[in-house]
């Protein structure tokens, strides 16, 4: 019992994580039907933002805040002038534009701040060994309680936005009938880049959390949490932002209890193959994931 | 007569192709005009030209305001509403929710007073206010359709081939809804329409439509006596 809790609690913000960058796919996907593949990098560019603000001065939160903006009107600025021009040649060429994306930023970091080793990162949670609440014998740490409370504010927030507010209202249209939006007079343009810019900022949180719990930013650090996020994604449905967060936690605690009970055959080194399975899993029994729509062609 | 909708040598079509060779039409206030058109005839890319969802030349002037270089949302502000062919509703979102995205460009307070209003005219849609649009039947989908672009409070509704793929009862439920909101609401409205028979019982003057080019037009009293209208159209 005592090892399971403690695998649970692991997962438990280790899939907090993986919702946190899986949101900003969700977000981006409903609205054009694009999967962002620089949605780790942008995350990671934007906790070196973090790094930096926090190195000129800013306390580490009001650091996240400010990256967090930035990286929303950086990417408003990406979809408007590199993704919706590509977009209206090909929707396939979005695909190779957010690889180039992937691929540019993971080198512009270490370009742009002359940095090629990890940074340390001043954590954003109580964090010395013994800070952690003890639970069944199980100790789950107070930084691993910090970002499971972040995450819950995000979706908190992003509920909120979504369905009691006009703008949320226009982005559920959008994403339901992108041919039918501009009838009732809503700019679809305009949707998406927020999309672009709030998938951004949520990635931003999920990037400072990610660091904050490793100590350091690093160019490398998302690399294999982006493709749990498309897992969690895929597992909770695209379209989903519901799917999202459920995925993200489903996938966490799965791939810790996979890798903490079966040590020999998985193991933390076989832990990013666990995400692997499940897209092909979901892929084959359920493509629409758990929570996402089915589309219904009718002929 | 004022003219509420008046279009000039209009040009339309998708990408290399032009499907419209500049058409003349037009609207007075409370009228109601119907555009009659074979499949192909380009009735439906001459409402996404009207309604600015697609690229377009010439003239189209709504109350005299030049509205051809204006964005889909421009022309919604400037209060012309659209039923697009095949319904267009958000069928993931509630029906309250698609009327609430009709009223997108509204920011009065009447909003609700607006709803409560269409869903006493389409009881229907009251009944399933909290139901997803998509597990509508195809006519209540027509009504919601409709009533979402009444949401935005149009001075004038494109309707495009309301009558496709619904029930001859729900066809004329709905024709009658028009005329009565045309009768009683003095709504302005340009239809397009495969049924004939229907559509110029509502309609005051109708145009028809063949190969992107306008042919004849008229009184719907007077097309009707043309024998080569009424074979061709009206069947009898």
């Avoid at chain 1, 009970?261 to 399975?277: A, H, I, M, N, R």
Wanted: aromatic share 8%; proline share 3%.
């Amino acid at each position: 019992m005592e090892r399971f809790l403690q695998y649970f609690f692991d997962g438990l913000s280790q899939g907090s994580i993986y919702a946190l960058i899986a949101l900003g796919v969700v977000i981006i996907y409903r609205g054009s039907g694009h999967l962002n593949f620089a949605q780790g990098e942008m995350a990671m560019i934007s906790a070196f933002i973090a790094w930096w603000y926090a190195d000129l001065g800013l306390s580490p939160w009001l650091a996240v805040g400010v990256a967090s903006v930035t990286a929303f009107v950086a990417a408003m600025g990406i979809e408007r002038f590199i993704i919706r021009p590509i977009g209206h040649k090909s929707p396939f060429a979005v695909v190779v534009a957010s690889i180039g994306l992937f691929l540019g930023m993971n080198a512009l970091a270490p370009f742009a701040w002359k940095v090629t080793i990890p940074q340390a990162y001043e954590a954003l949670f109580p964090d010395k060994a013994t800070d952690f609440v003890r639970i069944g014998g199980a100790e789950w740490r107070e930084q691993n309680i910090g970002v499971l409370l972040v995450l819950a504010v995000i979706a908190g927030a992003l509920y909120l936005l979504f369905q009691r507010t006009r703008f949320g209202l226009a982005m559920r249209a959008v994403a339901s009938n992108p041919e039918s939006a501009p009838l009732v007079g809503i700019r679809t343009g305009q949707v998406l880049a927020v999309s672009w810019g709030l998938a951004a900022a949520v990635g931003a949180v999920g990037g400072a959390m990610v660091a904050s719990l490793r100590g350091n930013v690093d160019a490398s650090m998302m690399f294999t949490i982006f493709f749990a996020a498309v897992a969690a994604a895929t597992l909770g449905g695209y379209d989903s932002l519901i799917g999202a967060v459920f995925g993200g936690i489903t996938l966490g605690i799965f791939e810790n209890m996979v890798a903490g009970y079966q040590p020999d055959v998985v193991g933390q080194e076989l832990k990013g193959v666990v995400s692997l399975v499940v897209i092909l899993a979901v892929l084959l029994v359920r493509p629409s994931g758990l929570f996402g729509t089915r589309r219904v062609e009718r002929v | 007569m004022t003219l509420l909708l008046d279009v000039r040598g209009l040009r339309a079509g998708y990408g290399p192709v032009e499907v419209l060779h500049g058409i003349d039409l037009s609207v007075a206030q409370g009228e109601v005009v119907v555009v009659l058109g074979a499949n192909g005839a380009g009735k439906t890319t001459m409402m996404r030209a009207i309604s600015g969802t697609i690229s377009r030349h010439g003239s189209v002037q709504l109350s005299g305001d030049e509205t051809v270089a204006k964005s889909p949302d421009a022309i919604v502000r400037a209060g012309v509403a659209q039923v697009p062919q095949g319904r267009g509703t958000f069928v993931d979102l509630t029906v309250d929710d698609n009327l609430r995205a009709g009223a997108f460009t509204r920011r009065d307070g009447e909003i609700e007073a607006d709803l409560d209003r269409w869903y006493g005219v389409f009881p229907r849609l009251g009944e399933r206010k909290t139901q997803r649009a998509g597990g509508l039947s195809g006519g209540e989908q027509q009504m919601l359709a409709v009533a979402r672009a009444l949401m935005s409070r149009p001075t004038l509704l494109l309707c495009d081939e309301p009558s496709l793929g619904l029930a001859p009862i729900v066809v004329q439920e709905l024709f009658a809804t028009l005329a009565g909101l045309n009768r009683d609401e003095g709504l302005s409205v340009l239809l397009v329409e495969q049924n004939a028979n229907l559509a110029m019982g509502i309609a005051q003057r109708a145009y028809l439509l063949e190969t992107g080019t306008i042919v004849a037009s008229g009184d719907v009293d007077e097309l009707r006596k043309d024998d080569a209208i009424r074979k061709a159209y009206l069947g009898y």
